[in-house]
């Protein structure tokens, strides 16, 4: 059988390829997260938060070019996805009693192995190990589609939505996110390039266990030539992820202990560079951002 | 036709992506797991000599593996604590020995209850706890290899001054499980 990419095909394959990781994932996150007390779901949850964070706010531009007044529908389909380093993959834990209680390196949920701590009693030993990671992975994807409508007095909207229901293990997840793109340019009477600035929000909340948001605000530079367009910007962001959960380990907490943790995610600016290429109604783009942590971000776009 | 070529280069491309760039690991998940036993201490101020407190509790270890449905790659014990609850008495102190399938685990000697009030490691180096080579063999073993029947812990207590001691004692065990899905 002959499989036609046609546009239908195109956005069923990406909108799979969006779910398919995260549903497989989310139930052995929540329970390696629900066996941790609060001060260790900290520091392992917190590169996962700030990747989270960082994916949330990338992708949202791939020009600085609004028109004072025309029509724009764009609907792209954005894939971007955090670099993991090896600054991601460890944190500082302290054991349970009776084990000694200086805090030691083991894995964060992008690590490898939990640390093992020993201690002899007698003629024997026990041991604790730390959780393992779950993810084996040098970036963190994120997927979202998005529209594009303007242009208005210079100005754009940008919405991000997406709405999944409850599947068997799979939570109910349901992203939005909405902006605002002005034309900078359009006051500045001769500039060889086009400038916008932009404002951003977005939440993401993932079954009653995750609910993150990001916000952000920057500025964009974008030149095209023919079909290429080169672009960046510079953008001030901050995200969060509220963490709830009921802890089901046995030690420290009694189990069923309600555990809610508010965790910031590291980035808080980037800088971007991105190419654009456009055909007809057609648009791919590619960019990496930089900041705290780096991001790259591809995906593709129809419309006007 | 080109741009069916394109997409479908894209289409590669981020299938590649979100199948390489991220999966997940295949180390096991590490859950807590815990049993525990409890039992009144209660022993009058006299006489002060060293008897079982009944009755003679009972630690399933095979109930240990019960926190998850998936593989058990691999199972280790990594505390043994006492916990008073209800304490009844204040000024008492009282000495005695904990033995498990009838092997001595741990000596207490000269402890209050308020001592252990907050939950406290039998291996936390504190006065008046000694642990015994074999109760703990037994227990390693025992947590690692659960057998048919469970694990038999008597107390044998005796108070060590004039007042008596009563209180709930809790003992719990706690083991961590490897699993794989």
New interface residues.
């Given amino acids: 059988m002959r499989i036609k990419f046609t546009l239908p095909v195109i956005l069923g394959l990406i909108w799979a390829l969006m779910i398919l990781p995260t549903h497989s994932a989310n139930a052995q996150i929540e329970d390696a997260v629900k066996q941790l007390t609060s001060d260790n779901a900290k520091g392992y949850l917190q590169p996962f938060v700030t990747a989270f964070g960082a994916n949330m706010n990338s992708g949202l531009y791939h020009s600085a070019d609004i028109s004072d007044m025309g029509l724009t529908i764009k609907f792209d389909l954005i894939a971007m996805g955090t670099l993991i380093g090896d600054g991601e993959k460890t944190y500082k834990a302290v054991p349970p009693l009776p084990f000694d209680q200086s805090a030691v390196n083991t894995a964060t949920i992008f690590g490898g192995t939990g640390t093992v701590i020993t201690k002899t009693v007698g003629a024997d030993s026990i041991e604790y190990q730390f959780q393992n990671g779950q993810f084996k992975t040098t970036l963190y994807p994120l997927a979202v589609p998005q529209l594009t409508i303007g242009d208005v007095f210079g100005t754009q909207a940008v919405i991000r939505y997406i709405p999944i229901p409850e599947i068997k293990d799979f939570p109910k997840t349901t992203l939005f996110g909405i902006g605002v793109r002005h034309s900078v340019s359009q006051y500045i009477p001769v500039i060889p390039v086009d400038v916008a600035g932009s404002v951003f929000y977005q939440s993401l909340k993932i079954g009653d266990m995750f609910t993150a948001k990001s916000f952000n605000i920057g500025a964009q530079v974008s030149k095209s030539f023919a079909v290429v367009t080169l672009y960046g910007g510079l953008q001030y962001e901050s995200s969060s992820m509220d963490v709830s959960y009921d802890y089901s380990g046995k030690y420290g907490l009694l189990t069923g202990t309600p555990v809610k943790l508010t965790m910031d995610g590291d980035n808080t600016f980037r800088a971007t560079i991105g190419l654009g290429l456009n055909l007809a109604i057609l648009h791919f783009y590619a960019d990496a951002n930089f900041g705290n942590v780096t991001v790259i971000s591809g995906g593709l776009g129809f419309g006007l | 036709m080109k741009?069916?070529l394109?997409?479908?280069f894209?289409?590669l491309?981020?299938?590649g992506?979100?199948l390489t760039?991220?999966?997940?690991?295949?180390?096991?998940?590490?859950?807590?797991?815990?049993i525990s036993a409890s039992t009144w201490i209660d022993i009058p101020a006299t006489p002060p000599v060293v008897a079982q407190i009944p009755p003679t509790l009972e630690l399933d270890t095979k109930a240990l593996r019960e926190v998850t449905g998936d593989n058990i790659e691999k199972i280790?014990?990594?505390?043994f604590t006492l916990t008073a609850d209800s304490i009844l008495t204040t000024t008492g102190t009282f000495s005695g020995y904990i033995t498990i399938d009838d092997d001595t685990l741990a000596i207490l000697s000269g402890l209050s209850p308020a001592d252990i009030k907050k939950e406290h490691?039998i291996?936390?180096e504190i006065t008046g706890v000694e642990?015994?080579?074999s109760g703990?063999?037994t227990l390693?073993h025992a947590v690692k290899t659960p057998p048919a029947t469970p694990l038999q812990v008597k107390i044998f207590m005796a108070p060590e001054t004039v007042a008596p001691v009563k209180f709930k004692l809790i003992l719990k065990v706690?083991s961590?499980i490897?699993a794989k899905?």
Wanted: aromatic share 14%.
């Fill in positions: 741009t069916n394109a997409s479908l894209i289409v491309i981020l299938t992506w979100f760039g991220c999966e997940m690991t295949d180390n096991p998940l590490i859950l807590d797991s815990s280790n014990f990594y505390n490691s291996f936390s642990i015994r080579n703990l063999g390693l706690y961590q490897h899905s």
